[in-house]
């Protein structure tokens, strides 16, 4: 537990990187603004880090949430770590000191790109008490996707064959640990630098998608695939049914909706169930992953951290498509 006293706002104002408008990152602005209101059920944290996510610098480019913003200057971030400093009533199950982590419903509540978020406390979790605030702060929103694809729409367990894409990014180097957490034997798509590290966290085969065709090399049909590309130009859907078994489940994360990306008709008619995510800031889950964190059996990599300021720095760096595991911003820095 902290200390609260200190962290309690000062003014009615708070710095925070805040989105001036559509289009480059130079539309991300160092700056203040008023310091959110707790209803209800909510809690006033004071951020300490803040995981930046490709849906953030394509919401500022135009697409991702971007027709849910309503007026600028807005402020984004789907995911932080810190210190609880207000509870909206005494009964609530953080109290003031509790260092916490959590995933914001944007544009329903303000960002996490700020000095401080108010969330509902059902959005929060204790932070896992072997990982720094930096390394929390890049972890909710993250994990929850991977959570989402592995455990509720994949329903991955022992001895089926998954094969996620893009196992080295942020979302996919947590969905390949909770596969291997259930059972599985994973396959996992990443440039030739990343191999080591994947094998490091579990996984049993990587290919390397820069030289290698990854439905060439698959021997044996899979049971799940997590697509975390979604690619039409690469075909990687379409490619994906070339290795998924009859009946077998194809997970696409980033769009969540399916035209162009692989042959529904075809993927129907072998009884391929294609599934979409669900995603909800769940702190019961966020428990469970706690634990999972406490116990070892999950690990986070920062790849950089960035100030507050250079928000938009950190969003580019992501789009790039290069980034081992998660890009984080220091809110104090």
Known sequence: MTDAADLQPTSDTMRAALLTGIGGPEMMQLGETAVPLTLNSDTLVRVKAA???????????????????TSFPSTLGGEFSGVVVRASYELAPFQPGDEVYGMLLFPRYSGAYAEYVSVPFMSLAKKPKNLSFIEAGGVPLAVLTAWAAVVEAGGVYTGQRVL??????GVGHFAVQLAKYYGAHVITTASERNHEWLRELGADQVIDYRNERFEEVISEPVDVVIDLIGN?????????????????????????????LFDEAAAENRGIVASTLKLSPEGRILQTITQLFEQGALQTHVDRVFPLAEAGAAQELIADGHVRGKVVLDIDA
């Open 232 to 260: 039409v130009k690469d075909q990687t859907g379409s490619r994906s049914l070339r290795v998924l078994r009859d009946g077998g489940t194809l997970i696409n994360v980033p769009t969540g909706s399916y035209p162009d």
């Open 164 to 169: 996620i894409h893009a196992g080295a990014g």
């Open 51 to 69: 995981g930046v996510n490709p849906i953030d610098g394509k919401t500022r480019s135009g697409a991702g949430a971007a027709k849910a913003i």
